[in-house]
């Protein structure tokens, strides 16, 4: 079993900053893989950024330039440094782990993490 946990969600005023980590344990075999996602009310989830092991990264337009992910020293931890947060940018951030071995890939979710960004 795999778990994946986010943290550092909260509230903060617009033009401010946030980081979010994410941290996945349990049975990791090999994490090709991991993202941040977020879904605001009454909207579907969206990307925002991805990190392979490697550290190749790749972002929405919507938070390139304001949104860096990183990559901790285990591979199994992942970081959201958000900058320059504005109102829309209010969602539950969710992370994910991309898994996969053998040809065969799972993928991990966490609960989520509120942001509130106040105008």
């Known amino acids: 079993q795999v778990q994946v946990v986010e943290s550092g969600g909260g509230l903060v005023q617009a033009g401010g900053s946030l980081r979010l980590s994410c941290a996945a344990s349990?049975?990791?075999?090999?994490?090709?893989?991991m993202g941040w996602y977020r879904q605001a009310p009454g909207k579907q989830r969206d990307i925002l950024a991805t990190?392979?092991?490697?550290?190749?990264?790749n972002y929405a337009d919507s938070v390139k330039g304001r949104f860096t992910i990183t990559i901790g020293n285990a591979k199994n931890t992942v970081y959201l440094q958000m900058n320059s947060l504005k109102p829309e940018d209010t969602a539950i951030y969710y992370c994910?782990?991309?898994?996969?071995?053998?040809?065969?890939?799972?993928?991990?979710w966490g609960q989520g993490t509120q942001v509130t960004v106040s105008s």
């Open positions: 994910n782990a991309l898994l996969r071995q053998s040809g065969t890939s799972w993928t991990y």
């Open positions: 349990g049975s990791i075999f090999s994490i090709a893989a």
């Open positions: 990190i392979t092991s490697g550290g190749s990264t």
